[in-house]
């Protein structure tokens, strides 16, 4: 059965990807005891996972060796279900970890925005960030014929990733618009680093074309998926694939910090210049707080680590972290979801529970479209559909609940509500 | 190069790398069906991070772990579509 760790230290970080690192390195240099939880086998997050570091570009050796040295200490593949005032409830294995932390910092990345069409339920039709996930992870993509269509900034790495990785990409399309994307091109005249980056990557698939204004609207197959079919200005032509990455965007993983009772306002965690939630003792910094990028999260993630830590925050690194801010907001006006146009009735939305897009009226809330058909009552609650509903119906996201996480051992642990009396 | 080790998948024997994941191993092996939906579809790995729920397999008799999270070890049983 369960067995139970109790922790005691100054700083809990949830999350180990770069705003989690940085927190975590800030925190710990200056003397305070810092633990990460994340539920990943390596920390680094999804941008920085990795099999083996020398992999790794050396922005992301050098902050996780400087984690190393920090003394910091992580643990991984641990899943956190629940976090009231200063504790967090998480799961390990067969474990059951408690950790005790007055200061808290909520680091918990994004996920992507997954909109349905037809046959995206099929076998092999993951994410654009998802497929780059699993081949970090280890899939080959040797010789496949890979589809991806994505939105924004994540596109063109993913792109130059499976290319080096030895995929056949037969469409890179992006369903934002050529003028809004030139728009945002001449805006980047101040930022000519990211430019040349984006020709550096953009030249590792150079013998595919880069579909802007293109999406897809349907995959089909036998038992996993065998081609896709995309549309463009009015064209719709199909394309025979082994993988298709097919996403929408990012979304902030907020539900942590909803659980947590802080103020969450248009899908982003509310923070102040300190990365200081609205609750007491509790920090954010990275996606949470707004989709930004690694340096973003890089920034916010020293900012939070080192006013949780009781240490001053020096100005340059707010002034940076505010320069990012503004970036930000620009990738998100030239990339940011038009309007969604709905599926065919019969495509399944929520795929825990298989409901179809016929089973909701747009009428309803999301809390409605939960108890009519179970959408968003699956394992993944919510977090792939709730998404999804939202930018097809506009439902706000339903309340958040304890164990966030439904694991083996979360049903047979209390949450920390109900444990009180036992604590 | 990374040591390769021994993982039994539905019963068959699979030589895997260690390190990747247990998603990565079945992909790799052209295993793509993870498990099957409510209504009895198919599934495999979509987001790659623990988010979705839907490469979760049994891995050494524990019902639901998530296929994307769990790395690869000697003489792991991993059972899909359960």
Known sequence: MSRLRDVSVDVAVIGGGPAGIAAATRGSEAGKRVLVLDEAPHLG?????????????????????????????????TSVVDLQDSRVLAVRWNEEVRVRAPHVIIATGARELLLPFPGWTLPNVMGVGGLQALVKSGASVVGKRVALAGAGPL???????????????????????????????????????????????????????????????????????????????????????????????????????????????????????????????VWCAGEPAGVGGVDLALLEGEIAGLDAAGQPVPQSLQKARDAGRAHARRLDLAFGLDAVELPPPETIVCRCEDVPCSAFDKSWTMRQAKLYTRAGMGPCQGRVCGAALHAMFGWAPDSVRAPLVPTPVASLISTLESSDATT | MARILSILVDGRLLEVSEGITVAAALLNAGEDAFRDSVSGRPRGPVCGMGICFECRVTIDGVRGRRACLERVSPGMRVITRE
């Open chain 1, 155 to 281: 596109v063109l790495p993913v792109a130059a990733a499976l290319a080096r990785a030895g995929a056949r990409l037969v469409v890179v399309a992006d369903r934002t618009s050529a003028s809004r994307v030139l728009r945002f091109a001449a805006s980047l005249a101040g930022r000519p680093g990211e430019l040349w980056e984006g020709v550096r990557y953009r030249a590792q698939f150079a013998g595919t074309r880069y579909r802007w204004g293109t999406r897809v609207i349907s995959a089909a197959g036998e038992s996993r998926v065998q081609e896709a079919t995309f549309t463009a200005g009015g064209r719709t032509w199909t394309e025979p694939v082994d993988l298709l990455g097919a996403a929408a965007g990012l979304v902030p993983n907020t539900e942590l910090a909803r659980l947590a009772g802080c103020e969450v306002r248009g899908g982003v965690v509310m923070v102040d210049a300190l990365q200081q939630s609205s609750r007491a003792g």
């Open chain 1, 45 to 77: 997050g999804q941008i920085w996972r990795h099999l083996s570091r020398e992999s790794l570009p050396a922005k992301a050796r050098t902050w996780l060796e400087r984690f190393d040295r920090s003394g910091a200490e992580g643990l991984t593949e």
